[in-house]
């Protein structure tokens, strides 16, 4: 059974940036599509961005131009790098399979806060 944890979270100012880190336990990011979701207080999680197999990427209009995903194979972890950060970013941010099914079926994680504020 593959888990994610993720890390990397904090607070920071607006403008700011950081980078989020998600280890898997199986040797599954590179034969499958991954993503990075966010929750925001009273909202629904949602897909921020994604990466396939074959590396290409998308993101939500949210944040697009200002995040970047990656993953490194071998060491079996995907990267989130989000740079010029606002305070509507602030959320749990989850890794897991690279799919809106996995909304519906996905086993998440704990997930890592990141709180954008002054």
């Known amino acids: 059974q593959v888990q994610f944890v993720e890390s990397g979270g904090g607070l920071v100012q607006p403008g700011g940036s950081l980078r989020l880190s998600c280890a898997a336990s199986?040797?599954?990011?590179?034969?499958?599509?991954m993503g990075w979701y966010r929750q925001a207080p009273g909202k629904q999680r949602e897909l921020v961005a994604s990466?396939?197999?074959?590396?290409?990427?998308n993101y939500a209009d949210s944040v697009k131009g200002r995040f970047t995903i990656s993953r490194d194979n071998a060491k079996n972890t995907v990267y989130l790098q989000m740079n010029s950060l606002k305070p509507e970013d602030t959320a749990v941010y989850y890794c897991?399979?690279?799919?809106?099914?996995?909304?519906?079926?996905?086993?998440w994680g704990q997930g890592t806060q990141v709180t954008v504020s002054s």
């Open positions: 990466i396939t197999r074959g590396g290409s990427t």
């Open positions: 199986g040797s599954i990011i590179s034969i499958v599509a």
């Open positions: 897991n399979i690279g799919s809106d099914l996995a909304l519906r079926f996905g086993s």
